[in-house]
């Protein structure tokens, strides 16, 4: 925490004559580490949004002063004023906003670009301070960060103005800055204190962006020696259907990269089909498809969960032909009679699917996938009565 011992006459309950008059003679302090001014306790709080971190740190003082005085239903518009206020001290004049806590600066800091209430906020770290009105307040972000307060505030160095609302809210005895929603790609601070809250969006418009970014400047080191971190990345662009071209890259070096780092398996084939397909190479993606059905590492899991995935995306008989493919290669091994029984279901021969699903459920391996089937069991049974 920065050395606060020189400003504390600025804060005390003493006349404006008295704090200046005091300023050399406390200059002599500097480096000492006492009690925060007011015993307003350094706090802060921090938010990921994706690969961005966003922090507010501010000291924070509360609605009862230490010796008793109460002040609920005197903090706004009167502690705090509503508007521009003169502090009676520094540059600021009659035109000081409010620092959003006491003590120092309250500092938020973002990892990277972000958008406040819609509007572009570059990285970088900010004095936050704010307007307060009875309607509406202004969110005031200031290139200099690091002055005491409010008291040196100017315009002309403002990097962002935004408005919010203030809105009732739970009480706080200590003023909080809290993240009231959190989503993968935007969040929700909060200044709340009192019964008062004031909250503002956060958002990252290019989340796929940074996280591929990131992904492919952590390849070029030790995470790129394995085909599985290039598989992982590939399916992040996949599954998210970003940067697909770049995903496509991914994918060839997952199962075909030089040096060891590729390996042709089910997962890695399937994968390149995939990204493939997504990029208009559809004989390719067939091609490789049919590579990894037949590779020696495919498993019937996951033989059964492509054709589930298949059937996922509404081909039927696509899947049926991978569950049947499934059962030829693993004969009686779990799961491909409930493969079989679902794949017969999806394209309407129900009595062959019944026939399957009475051999699947004395193979199935827990109690989940027992009443699974015997639900499904029940339910042909139902459809084929009197067929």
């Given at each position: 925490m920065r050395n606060n011992a020189r400003f504390l006459p600025l804060l005390a309950a003493a006349t404006l004559l008295t704090a200046v008059s005091a300023l050399p003679a406390l200059a002599q302090l500097e480096g000492l580490t006492i009690p925060p001014s007011g015993d307003n306790q350094y706090s802060s709080a921090t938010q990921g949004i994706g690969l961005v971190r966003v922090s507010v740190e501010y000291h924070s003082p509360q609605v009862q002063r230490p010796k008793g005085q109460d002040r609920r239903g005197k903090i706004w518009g009167g502690l705090v004023p509503y508007g521009m206020a003169n502090l009676g001290f520094g540059t600021c004049g009659d035109e000081c906003p409010w620092r959003g806590g006491a003590n120092e600066n309250t500092v938020f800091t973002t990892s990277h670009d972000v958008k406040i209430q819609g509007q572009p906020l570059p990285a970088g770290t900010y004095g936050l301070h704010f307007i307060p009105g009875k309607e509406d307040w202004t969110v005031v972000f200031s290139k200099n960060h690091t002055s005491w307060g409010s008291f040196t505030y100017n315009a002309k160095e403002d990097a962002l103005?935004?408005?919010?609302?203030?809105?009732?809210?739970?009480?706080?005895?200590?003023?909080?800055?809290?993240?009231?929603?959190r989503q993968p790609d935007r969040a929700t601070l909060a200044l709340a204190w009192e019964d008062l809250q004031?909250?503002?969006?956060?958002?990252?418009?290019n989340i796929a962006d940074l996280y591929v970014e990131n992904m492919t400047r952590e390849l070029r080191s030790s995470p790129g020696f394995?085909?599985?971190?290039?598989?992982?990345?590939?399916?992040?662009?996949?599954?998210?259907?970003?940067?697909?071209?770049?995903?496509?890259?991914?994918?060839?070096?997952?199962?075909?990269?030089?040096?060891?780092?590729?390996?042709?398996?089910?997962?890695?084939?399937?994968?390149?089909a995939d990204l493939q397909a997504a990029n208009s190479k559809t004989e390719d993606a067939q091609k490789n498809r049919q590579l990894a059905l037949q590779n020696p590492s495919a498993t019937p899991i996951e033989i059964h969960q492509y054709a589930r995935q298949l059937q996922g995306q509404g081909q039927n008989e696509e899947a049926l032909k991978v569950f049947e493919a499934n059962a030829k290669r693993f004969p009686n091994q779990w799961p491909v009679h409930v493969g079989l029984a679902r794949g017969y279901a999806g394209v309407g021969k129900k009595k062959e699917a019944l026939a399957e699903a009475r051999l699947a459920l004395p193979q199935a391996p827990d109690e989940l996938n027992k009443k699974s089937i015997a639900t499904m069991i029940q339910k042909l049974e139902e459809e084929t009565k009197g067929k």
């Open positions: 103005r935004v408005q919010a609302k203030p809105e009732k809210s739970a009480y706080h005895e200590w003023l909080t800055y809290e993240f009231t929603d004031v909250p503002f969006t956060i958002t990252v418009d394995t085909w599985q971190n290039w598989n992982q990345a590939a399916q992040y662009c996949r599954d998210h259907k970003t940067h697909l071209d770049r995903g496509l890259r991914f994918a060839e070096m997952a199962t075909h990269g030089a040096g060891g780092i590729g390996q042709e398996n089910f997962t890695t084939l399937m994968t390149l």
